[in-house]
């Protein structure tokens, strides 16, 4: 069978896999070749929404894309999951922007209870950004999803940009292109720097959004990070690791030896210390369940599935196993457990955090 190309990006069309460069639908694909203009999924709805849908790259893509990134005077602007720092970093990113500026954008701000301080988040993204060998020029929290700090973040880039372009990197499911979409909109409302919906230079690897002053900002496609809690769950279960509303902490007065199960994703061990309570801080329809410590491991293999869910059906059958990280408590700190949430325990306390292989399981000081 003859390859059909992409009349916009160049893709090699296919119908199989939504998440992959070229997918278009099968009616969609019939209909372009009676019309002669064969567009992928991603093309026409930038062409008639001004819409950017992510897609995934190969590590191959990944480095080519990289490279360009680096032999670039660019302006980097990261964007991060504030629920998920762990699974948002890009693998190598630090050795590749070396020389360029990078701009640290905490995505899902809205989802934090009221009580968290916009300080207190912007500190603790800093602090992991130099572990990781990052040395942002400045933080901005938002949310795309609710258009939030929108404004603030046009300036900061226009600010940092110094005339230079821009590219926006970001993992898959950090809603990267939710917040590109609330930029171009934000842009076309209010300066009508974008003149036309039909974005010239559409390449299978970015899009360019062009700026009066004739520089452009590149949308990069999303990269696939493997530590992710989202590889592991169903489309319909994603809801309990990307919370859409402010999160209502949980409050359990907890006994040395309990655990507190979250859901079938995570688990929760105090192990020794003074009773006391423990605040959780996760998605508010997730549910969580306390038990002994003593005989939880045989707990969790018997119920995982049916009372502790997510996972269920397929994703249990492929759910990795929890792998037990322990922490020695002396102040207020919270447990992250990356992609899902955190408990913040008072301390002193001996604790344990297990989370899905390859999925981390860190300390914080406590944000609240």
């Avoid at 069309?13 to 002669?36: C, F, H, M, N, R």
């Avoid at 062409?47 to 302006?75: K, M, P, W």
């Amino acid at each position: 069978m003859e390859e059909l190309l992409c009349i916009g990006c160049g893709a090699t069309i296919q119908t199989e896999d939504k998440g992959k460069l070229g997918y278009t639908p099968q009616s969609a694909l019939e209909k372009g070749l009676e019309t002669g203009e064969l567009y992928c999924q991603r093309c026409f709805r930038l062409r008639h929404y001004n819409e950017i849908s992510d897609v995934q790259l190969t590590d191959d893509d990944f480095l080519r894309l990289l490279h360009e990134v680096g032999d670039s005077d660019a302006l980097v602007v990261n964007v991060v999951d504030i629920f998920d720092f762990n699974g948002s970093v890009i693998p190598g990113l630090p050795r590749f922007v070396a020389g360029n500026d990078v701009l640290l954008v905490g995505n899902k701000k809205d989802v934090l209870p009221k009580s968290v301080k916009d300080s207190k988040v912007t500190q603790w993204l800093t602090e992991r950004a130099h572990e990781e060998g990052l040395r942002p020029v400045d933080v901005v929290l938002t949310s795309a999803q609710n258009k939030l700090a929108i404004k603030d973040l046009i300036d900061k880039i226009e600010y940092c940009r110094k005339g230079r372009d821009v590219y926006v990197v970001g993992v898959t499911n950090v809603g990267k292109s939710t917040l590109i979409n609330a930029i171009i909109q934000e842009i076309t409302g209010d300066k009508d720097i974008i003149t036309t919906s039909r974005f010239p230079g559409t390449t299978l690897d970015k899009i360019e959004i062009p700026l009066a002053d004739g520089s452009h900002i590149y949308d990069t496609p999303g990269i696939i990070h493997r530590h992710q809690m989202a590889h592991y769950l169903s489309a319909k279960n994603l809801k309990y690791i990307s919370p859409k509303k402010e999160i209502k902490p949980k409050t359990y007065q907890l006994n040395p030896e309990q655990t507190l199960f979250l859901g079938g994703l995570g688990r929760f061990d105090f192990v020794a210390g003074d009773k006391q309570g423990f605040t959780a801080y996760f998605d508010n329809e997730l549910k969580l369940h306390r038990t002994k410590l003593e005989g939880a491991s045989g707990f969790y293999d018997k119920h995982v599935g049916s009372l502790l869910v997510p996972p269920v059906g397929k994703e249990k059958e492929d759910f990795p196993a929890l792998v037990k990280h322990e922490f020695t408590i002396k102040d207020k700190t919270d447990i992250v457990f990356s992609g899902l949430g955190w408990i913040r325990v008072s301390g002193p306390a001996r604790v344990a955090g297990w989370a899905p292989e390859g999925v981390a399981v860190v300390t914080r000081k406590a944000i609240i």
